[in-house]
C-alpha cells in the first residue's frame, strides 16, 4: 500500500512511498484511512527538523490527525466495521512514569512516551492502518468530512480542562476569551469558548480570506488590531495563545483581567528575542493573582470530550475549516498552505489500493 513517508531529521527525504500492508495485532482493529490532518509539526517532520523512526527501521510513516473507517473489528472489541474512527497520538512510557500510570500519558514526566507518525511509532497516513481498540475514539457517522479534526479539537479540550480546573481554586465565573491565532487550534478554541457561554474574541493578523467570517459566524468578535489595543479594550478574563509569537504572548500576559488565565498552545521556535519590562509583568501577576499554564497533546479523557465537542457543532461550519483536500499522491501540495488556509488535509481514500 502507498503511504506518505520520512527519514526522520533528513532534509529531502519526504516521499509517498510502498509500505508494508497493515497486520493488526492481537484483539486490533484494521482500519480504512479516510484522511489526515497536517500541522506544524507534520511540517517540521517533512523538513527534516523533527520525528525518530520506529527502532530497527529507516523511515517513519508520518500523520497524526487521523481519520479512517473499520474495516475489520475483533468481537467484543467495541467496534464494527463501517464505523469511523480516530486513533489517538501518544502512547505512555515503558516504565511508566506516575502519570502515565494513571493514564495521564499528556502530562508525561520522563519523556519516553511514544507518538504514532512522530517519535517511533508509524503514523496514520497510509491507506489502512491498525490500531488497538482502546487507542481508537468511535466518532459520530455525521463527522465523515471532519473528523480529521479530532486530534487538534482534542488539544484544545485539554487546554479549557486545564483552564477550567486552574480557575477553580477560588471563585471564577468568567465572561470573556481571548483567543490569539486563528489557526485551526485558534479556532476550535473559539468554538469550544462559544460552547461554554462565554464572550469570544479572536485575533489574527489576515483581514482576507475565510478566518474573520468563520469567527463572526460563531458569534464572535474578529480582531486584527495590535495586541495591546485588543487587551486593553477586551480586557479578557481568559486568553487562549494559539499563535507562539513572543510579541503576542506577553502581550496577553500583560493585559488580562484581575484572576487572569493564560493558556499558551503554540509552540514557537528559539532564537527570538523580545524587550519586555520584567519587573512591571512581575508586579502585574503577583498583584493579580493570574496564571500561565503551557499546554500539549491530550489523553483519551480529552479526546471524548472533543467529541462531544464536534458532534455538537455545526457541520456546514466545521467543514469550511479545512480549506483544501489534497490526494496521497499529491501530498507534497499540502505543505505549501498560506495565511489564509486553515486546515489542509491529505485524502487517503482515492483509489490505488
Ligand atoms: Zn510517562
Known sequence: MRALTVIPRQRQSFAVTDVPDPEPGDGELLVDGLAVGVCGTDKEIARGDYGSAPPDRQRLVVGHESLGRVRHAPSGSGFAPGDLVVG????????????????????????????????????????????????????????????????????????????????????????????????????????LGVQRGLDVHVLDRVTTGPKPGLVRDLGAVYHHEPIGTVMSGVRPDVVVEATGIGSVVFGALAGTAPYGIVCLTGVSSAGRRVTVDAGDL????????????????????????????????????????????????????????????????????????
Open 88 to 191: 489517538v497520538v501518544r502512547r505512555p512510557d515503558p516504565v511508566p512514569c506516575g502519570a502515565c500510570a494513571h493514564g495521564q500519558f499528556d502530562m508525561c514526566r520522563n519523556g519516553r512516551y511514544t507518538e504514532r507518525g512522530i517519535k517511533q511509532l508509524d503514523g496514520y497516513a497510509s491507506q489502512a492502518w491498525a490500531v488497538e481498540p482502546g487507542y481508537a475514539v468511535k466518532l459520530d457517522p455525521g463527522l465523515a468530512g471532519v473528523g480529521m479534526l479530532l486530534e487538534p479539537a482534542s488539544v484544545v479540550a485539554k487546554a479549557w480542562d486545564e483552564i477550567e480546573k486552574i480557575g477553580a481554586r477560588a471563585w471564577f465565573e468568567p465572561k470573556t476569551v481571548l483567543v490569539t491565532g486563528a489557526g485551526p487550534i485558534g479556532l476550535l478554541a473559539a468554538l
Open 282 to 353: 512581575n508586579r502585574e501577576l503577583v498583584l493579580d493573582n493570574d496564571v500561565i499554564v503551557g499546554s500539549v497533546n491530550a489523553n483519551l479523557g480529552h479526546y471524548a470530550a472533543a467529541s462531544d465537542a464536534l458532534a455538537q457543532a455545526d457541520r456546514d461550519w466545521l467543514g469550511r475549516l479545512i480549506t483544501r483536500r489534497v490526494p496521497l499522491e499529491r501530498a507534497a501540495e499540502a505543505f505549501t498552505a498560506t495565511d489564509e488556509d486553515v486546515k489542509v488535509v491529505i485524502t487517503l481514500d482515492d483509489g490505488h489500493r
